[in-house]
């Protein structure tokens, strides 16, 4: 019952990375 999307938070702002 939980999203994915929240398990790896950090792949939808690559920019974050410093890349």
């Known amino acids: 019952e939980r ?3 929240h398990q790896r ?3 939808r702002s690559p ?3 410093g890349r």
């Open 9 to 11: 938070p950090g792949r």
């Open 3 to 5: 999203p994915d999307r």
């Open 15 to 17: 920019r974050r990375r």
